[in-house]
């Protein structure tokens, strides 16, 4: 710091630090300017431990008397979200306006703080070696919050420098299924999604002149663009929930001359190429209809029971389906038919597949390492 401001040896390229005196009478689109700039040039010569005294000061400015979060700050674990909240309390101490490009930057802090803190408050327990520790729940709620909030906010902060529509989405199913997200703790991320897409769709239709104000610097096409990609991610996390309930054994216990009769079977246990996970083969056992799908040949196969026995498996083969009931098809386009049959009602999959031009084939119920197994 040199008089108050950060250093800046390389202000040919980089120029000055950028300052926000007069900002409460920028327009939109000098304040996403100066924003985007402050980011990269603390980027430039700012340093992990640089930006601890920095989120200090702000701290000291605006609770004092809270030398609780103060401390938590300065035992903290290094991490992406100090480097984060450094660079935001720096431009609001400067006088960047609190909202503004459609995000609330006091929440986005408080957020910052507060997971901040309780990493610190980790650690310290785990100093002290306490045997009680945090519970399963808060353990989760840690990883989705290092593992893909922290991601979504990146994301946007991404969007927020580019105001045109060459943006991309993150891929949601993914960071999920690597954090081990149960379906029960993932309403936090669901819940950020649909926060994001109504305001850009108050924004789109003019529903509130604050929200028209704060997205002015966006485009007609450049906001379209981001409902649409937030709808695919949301679509992406109603995915991971199938998928997971997919793979989920059934609660009910199943009885033991099932588990004989399918443990033979060999399938395509998850398809990365479609995102979609099989079903437990258990299920296929008694089914009174099962929906299959040939990766390799994009090929789907609908067996329905022959009686009320229902279906069966012998070594690698279903068996006891009705013939002319049964059917395969080609699929020309796949992922939007095997996320339908994965998500939707019964109905809803049998009048979509009416609509499937390719012509249909006599049905064979062998099950390979090629087979998603899609719904029993």
């Known amino acids: 710091m040199r008089n108050g401001m950060v250093s800046a040896p390389d202000s040919r390229w980089t120029g000055q630090e950028p300052t926000w005196e007069g900002s409460d009478e920028w327009n939109r689109t000098k304040i996403h300017h100066t924003f985007t700039r402050a980011l990269d040039f603390y980027g430039y010569y700012l340093e992990m431990e640089d930006y601890i005294p920095i989120i200090l000061n702000y701290l000291n400015t605006t609770n004092p008397k809270d030398k609780t979060t103060q401390d938590n700050i300065k035992i903290s674990p290094r991490c992406i979200e100090l480097i984060s909240l450094g660079k935001l309390t720096r431009m609001v101490t400067l006088g960047m306006p609190i909202r503004h490009s459609g995000v609330d930057y006091k929440k986005r802090i408080d957020s910052y703080i507060k997971i901040i803190c309780r990493n610190a408050i980790l650690k310290n327990t785990e100093n002290k070696s306490v045997k009680k520790g945090p519970s399963v729940y808060e353990i989760m709620q840690t990883r989705l919050q290092d593992g893909v909030i922290l991601h979504l906010d990146l994301m946007l902060d991404k969007w927020i420098r580019n105001n ?118 258990i299920k296929l056992v008694g089914s009174e209809k099962v929906y299959i799908f040939n ?66 084939t006599e049905a064979k119920g062998r099950v390979n390492n090629n087979t998603l197994i899609l719904k029993a």
């Open 164 to 281: 045109t529509v060459n943006i991309d989405k993150i891929n949601i199913f993914s960071l999920l299924k690597n954090v081990g997200a149960p379906v029960s703790a993932i309403g936090c991320v669901a819940n950020w999604l649909e926060t994001q897409r109504e305001e850009l769709v108050q924004a789109q239709s003019k529903l509130s002149a604050d929200i028209v104000e704060s997205y002015s610097h966006l485009s007609k096409p450049a906001i379209k663009r981001r409902i649409k990609l937030l709808d695919e991610m949301i679509s992406d996390v109603e995915l991971y929930k199938s998928s997971k309930k997919a793979a989920r054994k059934p609660r009910v216990k199943k009885e033991r001359s099932a588990d004989k009769l399918v443990k033979n079977v060999n399938y395509l246990k998850s398809s990365p190429e479609y995102g979609i996970t099989s079903v437990n083969p």
């Open 295 to 360: 990766e390799k040949y994009r090929k789907l196969t609908v067996l329905s029971q022959a009686d009320k026995n229902g279906l069966t498996v012998k070594g690698t083969t279903i068996l006891n389906f009705d013939t002319k009931e049964s059917y395969s098809t080609t699929l020309r386009k796949p992922k939007d038919i095997l996320v339908a049959i994965a998500t939707k009602t019964e109905r809803q999959i049998s009048n979509l597949l009416t609509k499937l031009t390719t012509k249909k």
